[in-house]
């Protein structure tokens, strides 16, 4: 039985650059500052590790300065729709610099994966010192 995933997306407003921020999102050592407990990579592919749990994924879009994209390489079937991406938005007036993110969840997991979300970003601002 196939579940289908719910794409859901979070904006956060960010007090740091474009550039400074990208560091966190798209490098080992940014994304295990906030994101996992040790982050390695070898080329596109990433892997997370939290405690005793080891997750793939693999790099699949990178603009710098402005988004990366994540696939997950487990053995689901529908893995390949299922990605996860960090887009950076830079107002053009104000140059207010926002974070939006874009993931998926079974929909009875909707809001638990926004609230893991948004403690995580909450954990970047700390880190980025923009809280």
Known sequence: MMTTKKAFSIEIDFQASPQLL???LS????????FADNVN???EDFTFIWD????????????NNEK???RWMNDEEDQDDCYFEFKIVVDEIT??????????????????????WNNLVSSLKQVLGAA
Do not use: H
């Open 22 to 24: 990208f560091q966190y």
């Open 27 to 34: 490098t080992p050592s940014g994304l295990s500052e906030w």
């Open 52 to 63: 005793d749990t080891e997750e793939y994924a693999k790099l699949i879009q990178k603009k």
């Open 68 to 70: 990366v994209r994540f």
């Open 95 to 116: 140059k207010d610099v926002s974070l939006n993110i874009s993931d998926f969840a079974e929909e009875d997991e909707l809001e638990e994966a926004k609230m893991l």
């Open 41 to 43: 990579s070898r080329g």
